[in-house]
């Protein structure tokens, strides 16, 4: 079928401080090894499309047409071939999926039969003060009406006699977060230790993922003692950015039944995808990822008890419960109760983020998405090693970014299966 798409390359650099490597040299890993992965010859010189997905190369002097200037020295090499049309993309958080589902769309929409996504993201820190960190990333809130941000996460503490904390030293992402769970707590009971039982599994998770920014083991006591960064957020419930890159090639059903049999086993399906955007939405109503979520199910013709592994966005521990949620993995309200009933560790009903999450394997803010899902891919090739869920069928991403109001400003859910 025309519409049909398939993932046969997938590859992820280890993520982290990689100070050494430049924007090129983290783009040249993902692309040869996604290429390489693929195991087709010459595949390159067969891509017709690329999305480039980046969010921080500003700070680095490159402000515009960033993948090209990082793609077209591959061109030159041979690696890729010559006049490619390359598309930057850039959505905050949700960059590398958003990159993805750019791809996927040029192969169903017939424009190409094979297409590259593509995420590459370089911190500046330790380039730039905590203060300066900060201030840039406030870019993925609404900088025409910051005020209305602030107004709206007073709206929702009021009820607890509190106010949004805000500051030059401070990481609006993490404190708006913490103000979300505060709230989710005072509505549903949330203990801290849900909180940290969810950041536990994933730091665990990820003792076992070579490419993982932290591997080293938590306990809950362990989190819940790491150093507080937002009421009731501690360290180890927030995710690190990091230096990284990882891409993806996807086909169209006609250039997988060209492969070699070995390249047509580990092909896996895209089942269905969407993406939605934020609102200005009231406190008790469901988010955006709700709505992509039910989107993506539809689409892939399956219901929420089919998904077998799912990477969700835990920029903090908190993301973790509340996505369970809205991917309707649990009713609404009772995430950390799921969590603390292992349902999503290994041998739970829904295992998530056995990459150890952006908390753990980190947060590369360009090539999350990208990252994420190359998890999945993994997993439902059943190349997971010693984090391997038994049997892995279908698997769920869920990818967000931004700031609009009390949710993300933008939302990409993505349904993969090997059926």
């Not at 890729?80 to 930057?88: E, G, K, Q, S, T």
């Not at 937002?230 to 997988?256: E, K, N, Y």
Request: charged share 20%.
């Amino acid at each position: 079928m025309m519409d049909e798409v398939f993932i046969i390359g997938s590859w992820s650099t280890t993520i982290g401080r990689k100070p050494a490597d430049s924007f090129l040299d983290l783009t040249r890993a993902a692309v040869v090894g996604a290429i390489e992965d693929a195991g087709v010859p010459d595949i390159g010189q067969e891509i017709g499309s690329a999305w480039f997905g980046n969010v921080l190369m500003d700070f680095w002097g490159q402000h515009s047409t960033r993948g090209h200037f990082c793609l077209v020295p591959l061109e030159e090499e041979g690696v890729l071939a010559r006049r490619l049309p390359i598309v930057n993309v850039e959505g905050g958080c949700a960059t590398g999926s958003m990159a993805l589902h750019g791809a996927i769309k040029d192969i169903r929409s017939g424009e190409c039969e094979l297409s590259l996504a593509i995420g590459v993201e370089k911190t500046f820190l330790p380039h730039a003060s905590s203060a300066e960190t900060f201030q840039m990333f406030r870019a993925g809130e609404n900088s025409f009406a910051p005020e209305r941000t602030i107004a709206c996460y007073n709206d929702l503490l009021r009820p607890l006699g509190r106010r949004l904390q805000t500051g030059a030293d401070r990481s609006m992402f993490m404190d708006t977060y913490a103000a979300q769970a505060l709230a989710y707590t005072h509505r549903f009971g949330m203990t801290e230790r849900q909180l940290a039982v969810v950041a536990a599994k994933n730091h665990n998770f990820a003792i076992d993922n070579e490419r993982a920014q932290y591997r080293f083991a938590m306990t809950v006591d362990d989190v819940l003692e790491d150093r507080l960064v937002s009421p009731p957020l501690t360290r180890a419930m927030c995710a690190p950015i990091g230096d990284g890159a990882a891409a993806i090639l996807v086909c169209s059903a006609d250039f997988l039944d060209g492969c070699a049999p070995q390249v047509r086993a580990r092909a896996v399906r895209v089942a269905g995808t969407a993406m939605t955007s934020g609102i200005h939405r009231r406190p008790e109503d469901l988010g955006l990822s709700r709505m992509a979520a039910d989107r993506a199910y539809a689409r892939a013709g399956i219901v929420p008890a089919d998904i077998d592994v799912a990477e969700l966005h835990d920029a903090t521990s908190f993301g973790e419960i509340y996505q369970c949620e809205m991917m309707r993995f649990c009713d609404v309200g009772d995430g950390g109760a799921f969590a603390e009933a292992q349902e999503t560790a290994l041998g739970g009903s829904i295992p998530i983020n056995t990459s150890g999450g952006l908390v753990s394997k980190g947060h590369p803010i360009g090539a999350t998405g990208v990252s994420m899902t190359h998890e999945i891919v993994v997993q439902l090739r059943g190349e997971a090693g010693p984090r391997q869920v038994t049997g892995a069928r279908t698997g769920l991403i869920e990818n967000g970014g931004g700031i609009m109001g009390l949710e993300e400003a933008a939302c990409c859910v993505t349904i993969l299966s090997t059926a």
